[in-house]
């Protein structure tokens, strides 16, 4: 056979193929229908509706109705409905169209195949939607696609007229309740966090106030500088704890869980899962505990499930980082960082090593620095202000204790920086072969730290030549 003939035969193949696939079917479709043009199936805009109904074809039914507080699941489950979930619904519901009307009611009728063809014996989504105070809903159901994929039998059960219909609801058909479930443990947003109290079993609580010039403050550990970046942060992450899977837990987890958070709201802010008889009507408490996997004897992370809860919410399997976040004890909170002068606003600098004064330093109007009135000769003001820089860049790597006052001859390096109209503070470095260690002391406050093992170079001070260049011992 000649090539020629050959790719003849190859065309005409295919070319049948087609006209039985995109002509022929839908031909039989075609010859029944109504007007080409689409059209909305729901007549009513959904924001309106009130209650839906989805009955799918394997048998679960969702029963979904607003709330003044938003949607609610009531069947099979009874939840807070998810307010994206919801949108997506609402708005595929908006967006369905009517092709075309394929067959009515008698035309069906006398089919001997019924509606099997079409997969509406057993119709993959049902829906029912009411408006509010209306028993009677519009319905429709949802059943195989067309040959050419692009449209879905669809079924209107009161008239028994089938239609071609647009894909938007589809999705549904796969999703099941919990795909319509507010997995937030709260609904509200950390802005609207006025007050929050953190417990970690075995550690003192954390308590913060919101301060509305600071952000937060301390209203536990008020000696303490607060780290407000990584507070603000925290508190943030309040807010996103969400299940992964709710479930059911044994109780006893929950009687002494590992970590509570308790939470106030501003005036007027409530959660969506709020009703009047709740006892923190303005709050949420959360609790977040965990318990070793089956047939796991080593204690590491992974061996855990991490569960969660809140006082309003069902109990729920959470992502591990949940509790790492909030289990995370006092020195989480401490700020680490010692920026609180300028080189500009030092008036006075007393330097000593191992409680020998090195350099005892003041700095005039005009920024000259000078030791007992005379001028300094082996420190110039580039090596002060590089040494004042270095400690004000310092960045502990944690917190250790609140310290009685400070001894000066207990420090490899003790500085005393004083300022203007503001309290002298204090330095004091200890240097060990694997780390150091800073006490800071400001006024009736003095916080030990850890530095990594480089964090203070004594390097600017120390190797002058003369004694005589230290002014007097």
């Known amino acids: 056979m000649k090539l020629s003939s050959l790719l003849f035969l190859v065309v005409a193949a295919l070319g049948f193929g087609l006209y039985i696939h995109f002509s022929a079917i839908p031909k039989i479709e075609k010859s029944r229908s109504g007007d080409s043009d689409a059209e909305p199936f729901f007549q009513e805009d959904p924001r309106f509706y009130s209650r839906l109904e989805m009955t799918q074809s394997r048998g679960e039914q969702i029963v979904l109705e607003r709330a003044p507080q938003g949607w609610f699941l009531r069947e099979p489950i009874q939840d807070l409905g998810s307010q994206s979930a919801m949108d997506q619904l609402l708005q595929a519901v908006a967006d369905f169209r009517i092709k075309q009307k394929l067959l009515d009611a008698e035309a069906i009728e006398s089919r001997s195949s019924g509606l099997d063809d079409f997969g ?118 309040i807010a996103l704890i969400r299940a992964t899977e709710f479930r059911e837990v044994p109780k006893r987890l929950f009687d002494d869980p590992e970590i509570r958070i308790r939470v106030g709201f501003r005036e007027g802010v409530v959660d969506r899962r709020t009703d009047e008889s709740d006892p923190l009507f303005q709050g949420v408490e959360f609790s977040i505990t965990r318990q070793k996997r089956p047939g796991r004897r080593s204690s590491e992370p992974d061996d855990y499930e991490y569960f969660g809860k809140s006082d309003k919410s069902a109990p729920a399997s959470i992502a591990r980082f949940h509790y790492d976040n909030f289990s995370k004890g006092l020195g989480a909170y401490v700020k680490r960082s010692f920026d609180e002068f300028s080189e500009d606003q030092v008036l006075g600098l007393e330097v000593k090593n191992f409680g020998e004064r090195l350099w005892s330093l003041e700095r005039s109007e005009a920024g000259v620095w000078t030791q007992a009135g005379k001028e300094l000769e082996a420190l110039s003001t580039r090596d002060i202000l590089a040494g004042l820089r270095q400690l004000r860049n310092l960045t502990a790597e944690h917190f250790m204790s609140v310290e009685s006052s400070p001894v000066k001859e207990n420090y490899d390096w003790w500085f005393e920086i004083e300022r203007e109209s503001q309290p002298a503070m204090v330095y004091a470095i200890r240097i060990f072969p694997t780390h150091q260690e800073l006490l800071f002391a400001q006024e009736e406050r003095a916080l030990k730290f850890s530095l990594r093992e480089e964090a203070f170079d004594p390097s600017v001070w120390e190797n002058r030549d003369s004694k005589e260049s230290r002014g007097e011992n």
């Open 120 to 237: 509406l014996e057993s119709p993959r989504l049902k829906i029912r939607a009411f408006l509010s105070g209306n028993l009677d809903a519009e319905e429709f159901w949802i059943g195989n696609r067309n040959p050419a994929g692009n449209f879905a039998f669809v079924l209107n059960p009161k008239t028994q007229n089938l239609y071609l219909g647009s894909l938007e609801l589809e999705f549904a058909a796969g999703f099941d309740a919990e795909d319509y479930r507010e997995t937030r443990l709260t609904t509200v947003s950390a802005e609207d966090f006025e007050e929050v109290r953190i417990q970690v079993k075995g550690q003192s609580e954390l308590r913060f106030v919101r301060d509305d010039l600071k952000g937060w403050r301390w209203s536990s550990h008020p000696e303490l500088p607060l780290d407000q970046d990584f507070v603000a942060n925290q508190i943030s992450r």
